[in-house]
Nanobody, 127 residues
Framework: QVQLVESGGGSVQVGGSLRLSCVAS????????LAWFRQAPGKEREGVAA????????YYADSVEGRFTISRDNPKKTLYLEMNILKPEDTAMYYC????????????????????WGQGTQVTVSS
């Protein structure tokens, strides 16, 4: 059974930084397409960033491009999201997700593409 566990969330001020981690267990980690999503109260879950199995393909939402960096360490079975220059609109619950099949670039932001989800870690940015 696949398990994903996020950590690293917290409360920061505008302009601050956080690094989220997502540790996986129970499957061949390197074969999975991975992503970070977020969901704010009253809003739909949205894709933040995604990374292919070997890290060759990386995608970002326009709203975080240039501020966030996604990376993965396959031997450690860990996915990261480095978040800089945080804004109040970044406040949300952040989830990592794993897809067992290849995700085409145009679909990376669709929650339906992913088979497994973590429980989430809260990020709050205050001014």
């Amino acid at each position: 059974q696949v398990q994903l566990v996020e950590s690293g969330g917290g409360s920061v001020q505008v302009g601050g930084s956080l690094r989220l981690s997502c540790v996986a267990s129970g499957y061949t980690y390197s074969r999975y397409f991975l992503a970070w999503f977020r969901q704010a109260p009253g809003k739909e879950r949205e894709g933040v960033a995604a990374i292919s199995t070997g890290g060759s393909y990386i995608y970002y939402a326009d709203s975080v491009e240039g501020r966030f960096t996604i990376s993965r360490d396959n031997p450690k079975k860990t996915l990261y999201l480095e978040m800089n220059i945080l804004k109040p609109e970044d406040t949300a619950m952040y989830y990592c997700a794993a897809a067992a099949d290849w995700v085409y670039g145009g679909n990376w932001h669709l929650p339906s593409q992913y088979n497994y989800w973590g429980q989430g870690t809260q990020v709050t940015v205050s001014s």
